[in-house]
């Protein structure tokens, strides 16, 4: 009974699309994965905005949006019915076609990314044996759209923004792709289906996730860390900072062209947990063993549901960090501990089974975090402050 | 051959000819953006999916957005105060890439003559590519390390001289 | 159609005056070689030596460096020169 449960999704799909001629099965199959696809990922965005606001008014102690529904719930539909009938301006300066291009790209693009996830038990809608280089692919084609959309409004603060957005998610990518490199190399495959299948081994009960070994959890929060900045979020947000460049790359969008730049960012941010959940915390698998029966897809929506909640925590935590000091952060900090994850990993391999690799890799990890820490990363001293009065 | 391969033929053709003939440069660069995109959907659909997914990491994220930057750091942007946007010798260069593409097409035209056109599909997998690139392609892959290397530290040092002197 | 590519970017290569179309047209003439290399890869006997595939890898990672370094050269000529024109940038002495 539980297996059907786990597998409802596909079982509905193979009924379905038994109603036609056997020549357009298997592209009609495709088609309702995608159909699913677009109805599941959008209703998962609505509930994170709700919840976005809502978690970051009581961080802030206020309470956030609570005149729509019951606790604010039907917000999403307010937004929607909003940026629908607003006015859609489109400067006179500006490039009409690339001005337009730019938010259908981000969202085609993003959209693509979802297509390699595996969302539960065989239920993934491409199986490609070289998954992770697909999505990677698509992240970075991210950034020619928000160049695009920085460009085309002919405004100095757009465009400032937008160069800072760009470089901002250059220098994290090669962080989160070497991040991902090391599951890539214990695994032995850029599948993403064969990375979840080697989590979803349990030993005396725990499974073999990719976050319970040392390199797994340095990895995993480096990851985290490029993640963050990758979807300019807080607190590596300074392209979209309210106070900083009014609103960086899209200042001149206007009604449903913004819905669909917010929508891009935060499919994005959807699409990066759920790759972070299929690397690291084993995606669809369920934590414990004797948990097996709960639907996998369950397992994996509540923990992306749950990185997500973490972004939203951090972002109402921590202030937000100056563009220097960002780049700094990646270039110099986060760049060299992926590469000693990464040999760190393959002396993990080497030395084969037993505690004695677990110390080790874990001290030389908390090692160098703690001395590149202190010592690459120190702040410049200032002297005692002097003032200058106005005379 | 087959619709798909002639559309997105049709469509890198136009994006080049677009990057090649359009005034604003920031245009050509989104152009060139486009024959990126078409020919990796073209290597996709030879079948050679390492390098598509590789084109489009590499070219469409990395390259295309160093063509943009340079665009807006050298100010090229704005519209060429006086002439054209061709060269003086335009012509000349016109009638050279004509001559050289009557004598590719020639060559590939007299060399499909000999061509097995049906062979099965090649089932690359990523793991094959890495054996090949641990295995028989070694010394390339070392070399193109050192070259990508050497060419980072070059780029640094030919931007950043610069400004030490403009001071 | 790879012969077609190369061939315009040949002529954007020869005929523009800024020199970041230039670049733009060597780009797009290692991109016609490649794709040439892919497609005769695919049709060729012996597809599963992977040599086609190889060297256009090796030829896509070359060609990112390439550009690299050639976009810094405009820059740096750019500083000195304040543009990026290639009819005024016809002397040697700078």
Not at chain 1, 208 to 225: K, L, R, S
Not at chain 1, 247 to 254: D, K
Not at chain 1, 332 to 340: A, E, G, I, N, S
Not at chain 2, 70 to 96: C, H, N, Q, Y
Request: charge should be neutral; include cysteine; aromatic fraction near 12%.
């Amino acid at each position: 009974m539980f297996e059907k449960a786990d597998q409802v999704f596909l079982l509905l799909r193979d009924w379905l699309v038994g109603f036609l001629p056997p020549g357009w099965r298997s592209a009609a199959g495709v088609v309702l994965g995608v159909i699913g696809i677009i109805a599941v990922f959008p209703g998962l965005f609505a509930i994170t905005t709700v919840l976005e606001r809502k978690g970051l008014g009581r961080m802030q102690n206020r309470l956030g949006p609570n005149r729509v529904g019951p606790f604010g719930i039907l917000q999403p539909i307010a937004d929607a019915i909003k940026s629908l009938t607003k006015e859609d301006i489109v400067p006179l300066n500006a490039d009409a076609v690339v001005h337009f291009l730019a938010p259908v790209f981000l969202v085609v693009v993003v959209f693509m990314g979802f297509a390699v996830l595996p969302v539960g038990r065989n239920m993934v809608l491409v199986n490609m044996d070289s998954g992770l280089l697909f999505y990677f692919a698509m992240g970075a084609s991210t950034e020619v759209s928000i160049f695009m959309a920085g460009w085309s409004s002919r405004n100095k603060y757009s465009l400032l923004g937008a160069m800072r957005a760009v470089a901002q998610m250059i220098s994290y990518e090669v962080p989160l792709l070497l991040s991902s490199v090391v599951i890539v190399m214990m695994t032995g495959s850029l599948s993403l289906v064969k990375i979840v299948e080697a989590q979803n081994q349990y030993s005396w009960g725990l499974p073999h996730w990719y976050i319970f070994t040392p390199w797994g959890c340095a990895a995993f929060v480096m990851y985290a860390v490029a993640a963050t900045a990758e979807t300019n979020r807080s607190p590596f947000d300074l392209p979209e900072g309210e106070s900083e460049l009014v609103a960086g790359y899209f200042t001149e969008y206007s009604g449903f062209k913004f819905a669909l730049f917010f929508l891009g960012e935060y499919l994005a941010m959807l699409s990066i947990s759920g790759l972070g959940t299929t690397l690291f915390l084993g995606g669809w698998s369920a934590p414990l063993a004797v948990l097996n029966w709960v639907p996998s897809w369950i397992w994996f929506f509540s923990k992306v549901m749950l990185s997500i909640s973490v972004l939203i925590w951090v972002r109402g935590t921590l202030p937000r960090l100056r563009q220097d000091q960002l780049m700094n952060f990646a270039w110099k900090f986060v760049l060299p501990m992926t590469l000693l994850n990464l040999m760190v990993a393959a002396l993990w391999r080497f030395m084969g089974d037993g505690w004695a690799r677990w110390v080790i890799c874990s001290a030389i990890l908390l090692l160098v975090y703690v001395g590149a820490g202190r010592v690459g990363m120190r702040r410049e001293h200032f002297g005692p402050r002097t003032y200058r009065y106005a005379e | 051959m087959s619709f798909v391969f002639w559309f997105l033929a049709a469509i890198a053709v136009a994006g080049a000819l677009a990057a090649v003939l359009l005034k604003n440069l920031v245009h050509c660069a989104l152009a060139l953006t486009v024959v990126f995109t078409g020919l990796a959907l073209l290597f996709l659909q030879l079948d050679a999916q390492f390098a598509g997914f590789a084109q489009i990491l590499v070219y469409v994220g990395a390259v295309a957005i160093l063509v943009v930057f340079a665009i807006l750091l050298t100010r090229s942007s704005e519209t060429p105060k006086d002439g054209g946007v061709f060269s003086r010798t335009w012509m000349a260069g016109l009638v050279i890439a004509a001559a050289v593409f009557a004598v590719l097409g020639w060559a590939v035209l007299q060399s499909e003559a000999g061509l097995p056109h049906e062979t099965a599909v090649p089932n690359v997998t990523v793991q094959q590519i890495g054996n090949a690139l641990m295995g028989r392609y070694v010394l390339p892959l070392e070399i193109v390390a050192l070259l990508l290397t050497a060419a980072m530290v070059g780029a640094v040092i030919v931007a950043m001289h610069e400004m030490g002197d403009a001071k | 159609m790879a012969a077609l590519l190369f061939a315009i970017g040949l002529a954007g290569a020869l005929t523009r005056r800024n020199a970041i179309l230039v670049l733009i047209g060597i780009e797009l003439m290692l991109n016609a070689a490649n794709l040439n290399l892919i497609a005769f890869w695919r049709y060729m006997p012996h597809p599963e030596a992977l040599t086609g595939m190889m060297f256009a890898i090796f030829s896509i990672a070359v060609a990112a460096a390439e550009a690299a370094v050639g976009l810094g050269l405009v820059i740096s000529i750019h500083r000195h020169a304040k543009t990026a024109d290639l009819d005024e940038m016809n002397r040697m002495k700078g």
